[in-house]
T-cell receptor, first 114, second 116 residues
Framework: GQQLNQSPQSMFIQEGEDVSMNCTSSSIFNTWLWYKQDPGEGPVLLIALYKAGELTSNGRLTAQFGITRKDSFLNISASIPSDVGIYFCAGRGINTGTASKLTFGTGTRLQVTL | DARVTQTPRHKVTEMGQEVTMRCQPILGHNTVFWYRQTMMQGLELLAYFRNRAPLDDSGMPKDRFSAEMPDATLATLKIQPSEPRDSAVYFC??????????????FGEGSRLTVL
């Protein structure tokens, strides 16, 4: 089945620093989504990407859909304490059988120190 | 403010007991997913429905788990009998995923299950 490798698994950074995380797939995806999960809550969608090479921003967040369609990157600029949480990438395959469901990465746990 | 509603938020039960988790998807969404989240496995897809019909439940242990959607406003996930290894947070999500659509999923707040 499809697998998503997300890295890093966890990060400790200082407030104000920039953050980068990425996701790679063993197969081609036609959609990449990035979610954030706060403690005790469900994942919330941050950014959606639908075309290879697409670069999309949402405030301090920027995400890119890799040219190969097998990877995606999320960057957070000037991190703040409320950025703490778990970030998940998710991808949707191109085959009819996989087009409906998302495959999730293992998550990147972000902790921000003052 | 439309959102996915899950009940119960927390459940503690003893091994062997039946557990039923419920989900009310966002009105108008035609696809409902059940995910399980654990520290070791991350988010695992258990089952999903489109227009109330089950499309894929290959991720679900069928000997003890069952998922149904009796109507468009209710999805259920049942575990019988429950085991300690079922302890996890169970998420319901709804949306319009599929080729040619935006594909976004909206998650509920989850049901945290502890089986003693």
């Amino acid at each position: 089945g499809q697998q998503l490798n997300q890295s890093p698994q966890s990060m400790f950074i200082q407030e104000g620093e920039d953050v980068s995380m990425n996701c790679t797939s063993s197969s081609i995806f036609n959609t990449w989504l990035w979610y954030k999960q706060d403690p005790g809550e469900g994942p919330v969608l941050l950014i959606a990407l639908y075309k290879a090479g697409e670069l999309t921003s949402n405030g301090r967040l920027t995400a890119q859909f890799g040219i190969t369609r097998k990877d995606s990157f999320l960057n957070i600029s000037a991190s703040i304490p409320s950025d703490v949480g778990i970030y998940f990438c998710a991808g949707r395959g191109i085959n009819t059988g996989t087009a409906s469901k998302l495959t999730f990465g293992t998550g990147t746990r972000l902790q921000v120190t003052l | 403010d439309a959102r996915v509603t899950q009940t119960p938020r927390h459940k503690v039960t003893e091994m062997g007991q039946e557990v039923t988790m419920r989900c009310q998807p966002i009105l108008g969404h035609n696809t409902v997913f059940w995910y399980r989240q654990t520290m070791m496995q991350g988010l695992e897809l258990l089952a999903y429905f489109r227009n109330r019909a089950p499309l894929d439940d290959s991720g679900m242990p069928k000997d003890r788990f069952s998922a149904e959607m009796p109507d468009a406003t209710l999805a259920t996930l049942k575990i019988q009998p429950s085991e300690p290894r079922d302890s996890a947070v169970y998420f319901c999500a709804s949306g319009f995923p599929g080729t040619g659509t935006t594909g976004e999923l909206f998650f509920g707040e989850g049901s945290r299950l502890t089986v003693l």
